[in-house]
């Protein structure tokens, strides 16, 4: 049983470029979350998505960042116009309900 | 908002020496979760918490809730370098579906 999916693990934009994560969870699990976590910092919550809903998204910035988990496909967490700011590891987590969460390998971007 | 803290930040053993990191939440929690994530690793379940005073153990850990359900505690006994990595506590936010994790304590475990 394959564990939760991303990628790409590294990615590295220019300002103002875009940047897509892609995320997908555990097979069964229809919870995904996204989280950023910064240099020595813990993990911030950002979105909560299940198939074709978004949740929660109170942890996410109202402008540039938006998430999506289709019917079909693997969830995805959309940068537009990245900023040096928005480098950190993005980690996306699944969970059969909301119970314990299994984390992906996460992505690290990196912007120039 | 609700708030988990832990402490210490950081702390530097000796393999075999005893390792305890504590978590305080701001308000009463209905969980407890704790997860450990290796250096350029991810972070990784150990365990989840529910009841008031609950201890529950994963051969050298040791998980605590308090009586009051607002804090916590991870101790390790005899470390050993494998343990070495950062350790979250994490309570479920005020929407009841994310994760509130604390800054984590770091530990290096040095043979």
């Known amino acids: 049983n394959a564990g939760v999916m991303q990628n790409p693990r590294h990615l590295v934009r220019r300002r103002g470029q875009e940047a897509r994560l892609r995320c997908s969870p555990m097979?069964?699990?229809?919870?995904v979350y996204w989280y950023r976590q910064l240099p020595e910092e813990g993990l911030k919550f950002m979105v909560y998505l299940q198939k074709e809903n978004i949740i929660d998204e109170s942890g996410m910035p109202k402008e540039r960042f938006s998430a999506e988990f289709p019917k079909e496909g693997p969830s995805i967490l959309r940068i537009q116009q990245v900023v040096r700011g928005d480098s950190a590891a993005y980690f996306c987590?699944?969970?059969?309900?909301?119970?314990?969460?299994?984390f992906g390998p996460g992505t690290r971007l990196t912007v120039t | 908002g609700q708030q988990v803290m832990q402490i210490p930040q950081y702390q530097h053993v000796q393999e075999g020496e005893d390792f305890t990191t504590y978590c305080n939440s701001s308000t009463t929690l209905s969980n407890i979760q704790w997860y450990k994530q290796r250096p350029g690793g991810h972070p990784v379940f150990l365990i989840q918490?529910?009841?008031?005073?609950e201890v529950k153990k994963q051969k050298r850990l040791t998980f605590q809730f308090g009586e009051a359900k607002k804090n916590s505690s991870l101790h390790i006994t005899a470390t050993q370098t494998t343990d070495v990595g950062t350790y979250f506590c994490?309570?479920?936010?005020?929407?009841?579906?994310?994760?509130?994790f604390g800054k984590g304590t770091s530990l290096l475990v040095t043979p």
């Open positions: 994490a309570g479920p936010a005020n929407s009841g579906y994310a994760l509130n």
């Open positions: 987590a699944s969970s059969p309900l909301e119970q314990e969460q299994y």
């Open positions: 918490l529910v009841k008031s005073g």
């Open positions: 097979k069964g699990h229809s919870h």
